[in-house]
């Protein structure tokens, strides 16, 4: 298995220190996933049957030494949706990041437009990493497939055209 990742950012904060700062996180995050170990644990529990929690917790001590916390809550008290919370977030300077993991349905639910969603209308995060499965079988009886990877980067690249901005001013999606 191959760990793909792909960067979008708006362009008045493609030379910002804020942006440079997160590039730095995706990277070292990025680096953590190519591991060989890190692999074969991801690819232990990206099989049908198993949950995106799973996947997070391949990467839950790696993002906390980040410093990164898992499950944070009141990011979303200035919206209707109080009870929403990323899997991990992390706060820097005036704004953060959020990590949302998927794996099942990224995109038969559209979970990758709600975590989208989700960090645009959070008042403290203007950085989004998706980690999404680069090819996932559903089922071990039909055997088929979808490529959730290529789905969101096909979603996504639309919401960074200046006409289409949103307060998601950067997105990494890392392919499992």
């Given at each position: 298995m191959t760990i793909n990742?792909?960067?979008?950012?708006?362009?008045?904060?493609e030379d910002s220190e804020?942006?440079?700062?997160?590039?730095?996180?995706?990277?070292?995050?990025?680096?953590?996933?190519?591991?060989?170990e890190?692999?074969?644990?991801?690819?232990?529990v990206n099989i049908p049957g198993r949950s995106s929690i799973e996947i997070q917790?391949?990467?839950?001590?790696?993002v906390k030494e980040i410093g990164f916390k898992d499950e944070s809550e009141n990011l979303f008290k200035n919206s209707p949706?109080?009870?929403?919370?990323?899997?991990?977030?992390?706060?820097?300077?005036?704004?953060?990041?959020?990590?949302?993991?998927?794996?099942g349905k990224t995109n038969i639910n559209n979970m990758d437009f709600l975590d989208f969603w989700k960090c645009h209308i959070?008042?403290?995060?203007?950085?989004?990493?998706l980690i999404v499965p680069n090819e996932l079988v559903q089922?071990?009886?039909?055997?088929?497939?979808?490529?959730?990877?290529?789905t969101v980067n096909s979603h996504m690249s639309s919401f960074f055209e200046e006409k289409n901005y949103t307060n998601v001013r950067g997105l990494v999606v890392f392919g499992y």
């Open positions: 990742k792909k960067i979008y950012i708006q362009k008045q904060f804020e942006w440079s700062f997160v590039l730095e996180i995706a990277n070292d995050l990025f680096d953590y996933l190519s591991i060989p890190v692999i074969q644990k991801i690819n232990a917790d391949v990467l839950l001590k790696k949706n109080k009870r929403l919370r990323p899997d991990f977030y992390l706060p820097f300077k005036n704004t953060g990041i959020i990590i949302e993991v998927e794996r959070c008042d403290v995060a203007h950085y989004l990493f089922n071990d009886t039909t055997g088929s497939r979808s490529y959730p990877y290529k």
